[in-house]
């Protein structure tokens, strides 16, 4: 993915910025600030950390004050005001534009429910920094048909949490190859649901099938409509957990699509685990 | 980086196109694509499709503004202007309707002491700002008189590809450190 990487000099200031931006959070931190502790002027700070961090400077700063004003927001003892003054935006009415915007909902509404982890944004550290200036980071844009799941679906808490019973259990099922020969193409679809990070998300291990193919009794069938999607893939070193991350905090808010529907497709190459991740959005252009 | 030569300018009056905001939002490298190569972008369309209106124009350079704002600080957000040097002597009204085309903003920029620094190669597109300012300005006896500077660009500058190639000159307004 990177043509140009930044070099380490540049990483290393642009994380004394992010530390800066950690501690002041819930003070009156300026972007000169953040460029002071870098080292560089405030313009040539604008151009690196763009390119560093794939926001700009006063983006990140302000979408870090809303994500863990959404954290406080659950505790239902601190009013919305006194939240919205601590992270230094200047009214209630201010907070609330911001929020709304940031996560489609108002800040009164975040306390019903915990906020959708994918629209918030974690502070990004080294190891963020590192993935996003990979050379084995590789995003791809893809039509696909419609395609008809067939498998074995289940709830699970964490995204990250591998369904391998189902898979093993639905490869004892179908095998390794299809009736006429070709290779089982089994893939993994994450379904996200709008309250999904208080009750979890729905997992299906499951076989993308021709809509020829007899259905089986034991197992569940699920069409996804034809699209667009884009294709991450990164190499071994990064764990799913960050890569979900860059996905959904750092590539999608700053892409030219959005989210199509709430799914996601792991695909396999017939192994049961893969060396390298390659995860499926689907998506739309704004 | 070198000492700057110190010169003194008349009152600059240019017309061009601006951007206001954090023009590397949309892609932050040191190319094109960003909104200060689409703001240069804007004035190369405009001098192609109408430089029949720009006959009072000085035409073999222009200049790459940057002015900071009350809030640029508290944002990180500035201006970016780019334009061409209006060379006709202004009447009592300075504009008319066939001096500056309708499309372009004028910028007037105060008469003063400029600092001009000479980058050359790699230099143009390393933090010169803070070059200036380290290695000079702290220990020049002078003080930034307006919080803009701008480049200008003629002849030596070769095109972002060919950078290494290239020189430019930077115009910083100063002011002597002791000036009220």
């Known amino acids: ?286 | 980086m070198n000492n700057p030569t110190i010169v003194k300018l008349d009152r600059l009056i240019l017309g061009g196109f601006c951007f206001f905001g954090d023009p590397f939002r949309s892609s932050a490298g040191w190319t094109e694509e960003n909104e200060i190569g689409r703001t240069w972008q804007r004035l190369m369309n405009f001098i192609k499709a109408r430089r029949e209106t720009l006959s009072h124009f000085r035409m073999d350079a222009s200049y790459e503004l940057h002015l900071l704002h009350p809030e640029s600080e508290q944002t990180g957000e500035y201006e970016i202007f780019v334009g061409l040097e209006y060379l006709s002597t202004p009447a009592e009204h300075p504009f008319s309707d066939d001096e500056v085309p309708f499309e372009m903003c004028a910028k007037i920029l105060p008469a003063s002491t400029y600092a001009v620094f000479h980058l050359e190669g790699a230099e143009i597109s390393g933090d010169w700002h803070t070059l200036i300012y380290k290695n000079w300005m702290d220990s020049s006896g002078y003080i930034e008189a307006y919080p803009f500077s701008f480049q200008l660009y003629d002849e030596q500058f070769k095109g972002l590809d060919q950078i290494e190639d290239s020189v430019l000159d930077v115009y910083m307004p100063v002011k002597p450190a002791d000036e009220n």
């Not at chain 1, 540049?10 to 953040?34: C, F, H, N, T, Y």
């Not at chain 1, 794939?54 to 601190?78: C, F, T, W």
């Not at chain 1, 289940?154 to 990250?160: K, L, M, R, Y």
């Not at chain 1, 892409?255 to 190459?269: K, S, W």
């Open chain 1, 1 to 286: 993915m990177s043509s140009n990487p930044p070099g380490s000099e540049s990483i290393k200031a642009i994380l004394q910025a992010l530390k800066v931006v950690e501690d002041g959070l819930q003070k009156p931190l300026r972007v000169l600030d953040m460029a002071d502790a870098a080292g560089y002027s405030l313009y040539h700070f604008s151009r690196l950390f763009n390119r560093v961090v794939h926001h700009s400077p006063y983006d990140y700063l302000i979408r870090r004050r809303l994500s863990e004003s959404a954290n406080d927001l659950q505790d239902p003892a601190q009013k919305i005001i006194d939240i919205a003054l601590r992270y230094q935006f200047s009214s209630h009415e201010s907070f609330s534009r911001a929020f709304k915007r940031m996560f489609g909902k108002a800040p009164s509404l975040g306390r019903d429910s915990s906020t959708d982890p994918h629209k918030l944004l974690d502070p990004v550290r080294e190891d963020m920094l590192v993935l996003i200036h990979s050379d084995l980071l590789c995003i791809q844009a893809r039509t696909l048909p419609r395609l008809k799941l067939v498998g074995l679906v289940d709830q699970s808490p964490d995204p990250d949490q591998h369904p391998s019973v189902i898979m093993r259990q639905l490869k004892q099922i179908l095998g390794n190859k299809k009736a006429g020969g070709e290779l089982q193409q089994y893939c993994i679809l994450r379904m996200y649901p709008s309250d999904w990070q208080s009750h979890g998300l729905q997992v299906m291990a499951a076989a993308i099938q021709d809509d020829s193919t007899a259905h089986h009794p034991a197992l569940t069938e699920k069409i996804l409509p034809p699209g667009d999607w884009a294709a991450i893939t990164a190499g071994s070193s990064s764990t799913d957990s960050l890569l979900r991350r860059f996905i959904y905090q750092i590539w999608l808010p700053g892409a030219d699509v959005q989210l199509r529907l709430p799914f996601e497709l792991e695909m396999y190459n017939g192994a049961l685990s893969s060396s390298t991740t390659e995860l499926l959005i689907p998506v739309s252009t704004s």
